[in-house]
Structure formats: structure tokens, C-alpha cells
């Protein structure tokens, strides 16, 4: 089992920057990938980045060149830099870990933190 702690969230003005942390506990040994999803109201959930246990990052095209996603491999945590923030980033954003267990993954959630951006 692997617990996810995420803080950073909060309100912001359309232009600002704002920094997501994610804490995991546990069996973090068998995590092989992190990354943020978001859900923004009446939307489906979408991935935003995720970084792989070596450094491979992705981005989802909207966010390319504004977010960052990085981690600690030392404290189990990773983080989302988003800068130049959009009204249309507003959104609820989850840390994901995935965990590979004897050939099996799993999916392991956040409890979400809110992101709104106000224009």
C-alpha cells in the first residue's frame, strides 16, 4: 500500500504560479511512476504530467512550457511548478503513484487539492 499526501493547492490570480507537493508513504519502493491528474468541474479527469522512476517526464499538451514536474526520489515526493496559470487550470489536482508488484500495477490516489485560478 502506498499513501498520498498532497498540499500546495489554493487560489491564485491568472498569470501567478503555484506549487504542488505530493508525500508518499509506505511501500514506495514499488512505485515506478508519480504524477497530477486534475478534474475540473463537469470534466473527466485528466492526466496533467508524470515523471517515471528515470526522469522521463510527459505533459499534457495544454500545460506544456508553463508546468514542471520534478521529484525526490530521497523523500518519496513529487512536485508540479506551474507557472503563467490559465482561469481554465482551475481544477481539483490529484497526485497519482503507480506501483509494479510482481508484474501487476496499481494506482495509488491523493485526496485532491483544490487549484482556482481567477482572471
Known amino acids: 500500500q502506498v499513501q498520498l499526501v498532497e498540499s500546495g493547492g489554493g487560489l491564485v490570480q491568472a498569470g501567478g504560479s503555484l506549487r504542488l507537493s505530493c508525500a508518499a508513504s509506505?511501500?514506495?519502493?514499488?512505485?515506478?511512476?508519480m504524477g497530477w491528474y486534475r478534474r475540473a468541474p463537469g470534466k473527466q479527469r485528466e492526466l496533467v504530467a508524470v515523471?517515471?522512476?528515470?526522469?522521463?517526464?510527459n505533459y499534457f499538451d495544454s500545460v506544456k512550457g508553463r508546468f514542471i514536474i520534478s521529484r525526490d526520489n530521497a523523500k518519496n515526493a513529487v512536485f508540479l511548478q506551474m507557472n503563467s496559470l490559465k482561469p481554465e487550470d482551475t481544477a481539483v489536482y490529484y497526485c497519482?503513484?503507480?506501483?509494479?508488484?510482481?508484474?501487476?500495477?496499481?494506482?495509488?490516489w491523493g485526496q485532491g487539492t483544490q487549484v482556482t485560478v481567477s482572471s
Open positions: 497519482n503513484a503507480r506501483s509494479s508488484i510482481s508484474g501487476w500495477y496499481y494506482d495509488y
Open positions: 509506505g511501500s514506495t519502493g514499488s512505485i515506478t511512476a
Open positions: 515523471i517515471t522512476s528515470g526522469d522521463n517526464t
